[in-house]
Every structure is written in C-alpha cells, then in structure tokens.
C-alpha cells in the first residue's frame, strides 16, 4: 500500500489550500473584494496584468505577450507575472492586482458561486493538456484502490475526471483517513510536489496539467496511465478568467483582450515548436523554469507517440485522434453545463452548498460572457482555424 507522510511540502500544500479554501467563501474574500472595488476605483485604465502559473495552461496569454499581440490592439501591457500556487494567482485577482488570469474551469464555478466574485470566463485557454500519471507497477486504475493519489485542487477538471474514472472501477474517493482496499485517498498538492513525491513513492499517482506528466516519462519515475483528453473529449481545463467590471465598463478594452488571446492560438496552432520554445527557462522572457524538450513532448503533436500509449492503454477512444493539447478559445455552454452537473457529483472538500441549488443551464449563461470569444473567432477565420466544426454548440463526450 501507498502511505502519504507529512513533509515541508504537503504541510505548505495544506496551508495554501486552507487560503484558497478561504478565499472562495463570501466572508473570507469579501477584504479582497473591498481591495478590488478601490483598485478599480484608482484605476479605471488600468493596463492589462495577466496572473498565471508555469503550465501549459497559461500559453495562449504568455504567447500574445511575447509576440506583441496586445500591443496590435492599442493595449499597454505589463510583463505577465508568475505565481507559485492557485492561492497567491486567485488572492492577486481578487484584489485587483491583477485582471486576466488561466483559472481552473471548476475554480471559476467557486469563484462566482462561492465567494460572490464578480468576474466572467470570455474565452477556453486550452483543450486536454493532463494526464493521470503513476507509478511504473500501476497498469489499471483499479489498481489504485487502496493507495493515495494527489490532484492539483478539489475544483479542477482532473479531479472531476479522476473520480469519474475510479468510480467506473467500483473505487470509493476519500479525502480523510486511510484508505480501504476500494477507496483512494484524494489529497491536495502543488503540482511542482508532485514529481518529487511520485519518486519517493509517497504516491501512487497523480493527476495534473503538462509539463508534470511529461516530466515524470522523461525522468523515468512514473508513467501516463491515461489522458484526461481521452476520457472526456475536447475538454477544457483552464479558461481565461476577467473582472465583470471591465466587461462592462470596458468592453473594447476587454475586446481588445480577448482578441490578443484568440490570434495567439490561432497562431499556435502553426508554430507549436515555436511555442515550446517561448515557454522554456532558455527564453528571454523566461515565463517558465521548464526545459524546451519537456515542452516540447507536450506542445509538438508529431512527438506524440500515439502507437505506444494505445498499446499502454493512454489512449483508449482512438478514433478521436486527440492532441496531447490543442488549443481553441470558445467557451462551449454545454461544457460549462456539464461540468456544474458532474460537480454536484464528485467529492470536494470544503463549502460546497452552493452546489446543491445551482442550475448548470444558469451558470452557463451567467458565468461566461462568450461575446468577445464570438467576435474574436469570426475576425481570424471562424472556428475553422482551430480545427474545429462551424458553430458554437456541440454535445459533450465522455467515456470510462
């Protein structure tokens, strides 16, 4: 059995976690709220300050910066700045410090429903882009009962997907106490723990967006047991998060915005080398500490060993011929109706009673503003641009 010892690293997890949690609740944000408003009030031309973490979630805002893609839209634009863990990126959002962020699709349903936050998804960063990786003796997902795998926050994708998974394998997900022979035991980590904890065989697995997948293959201490992509199609993982505020009070500025991201991932998807190079600790810019070949396994879809990972069973639906990620900006409603349905479902620590009353069709429509996303998409080409089908509905997959 995997056991999961306390170290530095998971007690600093806790910590952040506990802030977070805080954080999402009416009365634990409402100080940064009121930091906010006067921010704003300061402000009301304030420049674009894009928040991100150092994965490949944040690439479509990091690559309109690096090519000046803001700039073409008459935007002044501060260099994007890093952060180390979900907590310091929502703490700086709520605060006003900073006004364009990559959330985690599920963080942003907390985020409005949970502590009041008046912000808005207006675009997808990206699709797929995660991967369940374990250790090298794991061959199915049913062999994980009894042991303890880590998931980036309770709200995120890879633990809806995650559950979703153990569940199909008659495993119970737990978040307190030692595991049974048919639970796992869930916990919180940073995703930079996560390999270091894998080596030290604290955990069986884990689940998290790229490059930590791919790390683990290139360091040869885990391997990818499947591809979220893989189970649920198309899916995103973080979406572009703004204020309402600008949505409203400055809607051409917030044009302008989205805009620059959606040019960015219409050029991507020509220029993925390209790409893994602006992401790489080699970089001028510097926006990430990871190197181009990790980033590039990702981003590169020839490198893509499909043939291997359908024989290892990474890939099961081989007809949806998914990239490790891809990249397009609208925010499908069916999507963000699905995933407050799957919610209502999954195991989350923390106050989640905002759940039980949430409509997904509401949330849909009140959570994402997808006007600028539309807009954006016609003027580079339509949807075409992207590889996907002309129109903005579709029906969401997902398999065991």
């Not at 031309?45 to 803001?70: C, E, K, M, Q, S």
């Not at 994007?80 to 942003?108: C, D, I």
């Not at 309402?244 to 051409?252: G, I, L, M, Q, S």
């Not at 590169?300 to 891809?326: C, F, S, T």
């Amino acid at each position: 059995m995997t056991t999961f010892n306390d170290t530095p690293a998971t007690n600093e997890a806790r910590r952040q976690f506990l802030k977070l949690s805080s954080l999402f609740t009416a009365m634990g944000a409402l100080p940064l709220l009121g930091m906010q408003r006067k921010a704003f009030a300061a402000d009301p031309n304030a420049p674009l300050r894009i928040g991100y973490l150092p994965i490949t979630d944040a690439t479509p805002l990091l690559v309109a910066h690096n090519n000046g893609l803001f700039e073409k839209q008459g935007l002044q634009v501060e260099k994007p700045r890093l952060f180390r863990s979900w907590a310091q990126l929502v703490e700086a959002f709520l605060a006003g410090q900073v006004n364009a962020v990559h959330l985690l699709s599920p963080m942003t349903v907390w985020a409005r429903y949970g502590s009041q936050s008046k912000a808005k998804v207006v675009a997808w960063n990206h699709m797929s882009g995660s991967g369940l990786t374990v250790q090298h003796d794991i061959n199915d997902v049913a062999q994980l009962g009894g042991t303890t795998v880590a998931i980036p926050f309770w709200y995120s994708i890879h633990n809806v997907v995650l559950q979703h998974l153990l569940k199909g394998k008659g495993l119970e997900p737990i978040s307190d106490g030692e595991p049974t022979a048919k639970q796992v035991k869930l916990v919180v980590m940073a995703p930079s723990d996560m390999l270091p904890a894998l080596a030290n065989k604290q955990i069986s697995g884990y689940t998290v967006a790229e490059p930590f997948n791919a790390s683990a293959e290139l360091l040869k201490v885990g391997k990818i047991l499947r591809f979220t992509g893989d189970v649920w199609k198309d899916h995103a993982c973080c979406v572009v998060l703004m204020h309402e505020e600008d949505t409203v009070n400055r809607p051409e500025w917030t044009q302008g915005v989205v805009n620059g991201i959606v040019q960015a991932q219409a050029w991507i998807q020509e220029n993925r080398e390209e790409t893994a190079r602006i992401l790489s600790k080699d970089h001028e810019q510097r926006y990430t500490p990871h190197p181009f070949n990790t980033l590039a396994e990702v981003l590169v879809p020839a490198k893509l060993d499909r043939a291997r990972y359908e024989a290892d069973g990474a890939i099961v639906n081989k007809a949806w011929q998914e990239k490790r990620i891809d990249f397009q900006p609208y925010p499908f409603p069916s999507y963000t109706e699905e995933l407050v349905r799957r919610l209502k479902d999954t195991l989350v620590s923390g106050k989640n009673e905002f759940l039980e009353t949430l409509d997904p069709a509401f949330a849909a429509k009140d959570l994402v503003d997808d006007r600028f996303a539309r807009k954006a998409i016609e003027s580079v080409g339509g949807m075409s641009v992207f590889g996907m089908p002309p129109g903005y509905e579709r029906q969401e997959t997902i398999t065991a």
